[in-house]
């Protein structure tokens, strides 16, 4: 995980919930995505490192989903301070 990530994992409360149901959903998917991304720097071996020649199909496409799942789980942060300050949860 990177620096600019959002932490690990957030749960809404029950309350938080009710206000606003679709945090139950992206609570889920940013706990997916956090999931995937470590399960891939787990697995596949090469993942990070410099290449001198192109990255194998392979390695380029598991550092797109990396780069992607992090794009998103920033996007769910910022919903989620956005519907916290609304709702004065923040």
Sequence with gaps: MSD????DVWLPTA???VMTSERAILATLDTTLLLAA??????????????EEPS???LALAESILILAASLRELIASYR???D???GDG
């Design 4 to 7: 600019r990530e959002p932490p």
């Design 15 to 17: 309350e938080q919930i």
């Design 38 to 51: 470590r399960t891939l720097e787990a697995g596949v071996l090469g993942l990070g490192e410099q290449h």
């Design 56 to 58: 194998p199909p392979h």
């Design 81 to 83: 301070a956005a519907t």
């Design 85 to 87: 300050h609304l709702l």
